[in-house]
């Protein structure tokens, strides 16, 4: 019999804090999170008191600046931070980044006023965020949206509807992108939207193949009144703020998908050199050692594609190519990665005894959620060959 149980991904980290972070995370990881984590997702409960730890202890809001109650950690921390919680339960690493992402808009648009009134809660005040762009005739095409908001007097009115919201209807803040002004992308505007915000409703959850403990639900504006100081940044520029907050969130998603990916190579390797046909253990054969091997370097090939972006986007540097890049091939990576970590277990990989088959269901989300990997591959493109003709 192998002695071959997985290790922890040896990480390369910038200083010691950092590598005491990631030790805090996977502490948490395993002692709140692992042993729950197949119960709960067969159930669909969203575990909202991991998320309470997770910001009591500093976890959701790593990337922004510690005078506003963020980590002070460069993206290339945060990210793998974010695989170890993926890692082990995709709803949690998912939603710390979809957190970050509706955290986003204020964090590097709003004024310092806003920073300051707002950001100390959204970031450690065990506050949850969602990020409200996708509607339901507007998804690729985001600039198309229908929401509108009207100005009366110091406030805005916003009434429209939102859809595919991650942690809708549990959110105690959405950031939601709304019409202003003319048709395309400059006329849209960023609001910060209370939760409990009088009109803001949300519809029954959507029934998911996977993920089914994240709720993702529509969310109905039906005349909700928000005052022009909690409107982020200037009238019409709203997208700007949600494409770029869409290229550090597709980093999220990248590193999201190598967790998952890594989890189901773990899986694959202990049921390898564990399980025995034919007199040894079937880790032996060369047709499975080679699938093997293929699985653990497209996972490395992934990891580095995100932390190369990371490196980019901690620089100051241009980074949306790079992380369209990552969220591409690491999401892909993800679903060929789970895919035959059940082949290799056989009969056992698809039933839900084991969580290769949880894994499967998972990393298909990835490659549609943030920009599907169509778009990323638009968005490439683009950047290569520049803009298509009309």
Known sequence: MHDRAPQPVDRQLPTDEARDLISLVRDIAQREVAPKAAEEEDAGRFPREVFTLLSASGLLGLPYDGEHGGGDQPYEVYLQVLEELAAVRLTVGLGVSVHTLAS??????????????????????????????????????AASLRT????????WVITGTKAWITHGGIADFCTVMARTGEEGPRGITAFLVPGDAEGLSAAVPERKMGLKGSPTAQVHLDGVRVSDARRIGEPGQGFAIALSALDSGRLGIAACAIGVAQAALD?????????????????????????????????EAGRALYLSAARLRDAGRPFARQAAMAKLHCTDTA????????????????????????????AKVLQIVEGTNQIQRMVIARHLAGPEER
Do not use: N, W
Not at 148 to 155: Q, W
Not at 268 to 293: H, K, S, W
């Open 104 to 141: 986003y808009a204020l964090a590097a648009y709003g004024t310092k006023q806003q920073r300051v009134e707002h950001l100390p809660a959204m970031l450690g005040g065990g506050l949850l965020g969602a990020y409200c762009l996708s509607e339901p005739s507007s998804g690729s095409d």
């Open 148 to 155: 509108k908001a009207v100005r009366d007097g110091d406030d």
């Open 267 to 299: 899986e694959a390797v202990r049921y390898a050199t564990e399980r025995r046909q034919f007199g040894r253990p079937i880790a032996d054969f060369q047709g499975l050692r080679f699938m093997l091997a293929d699985m653990a370097t497209q996972i």
């Open 335 to 362: 679903m060929r990665v789970t895919t035959d970590a059940v082949q290799i277990l056989g009969g056992y990989g698809y039933t839900a005894d084991f969580p290769a088959e949880r894994y499967m269901r998972e």
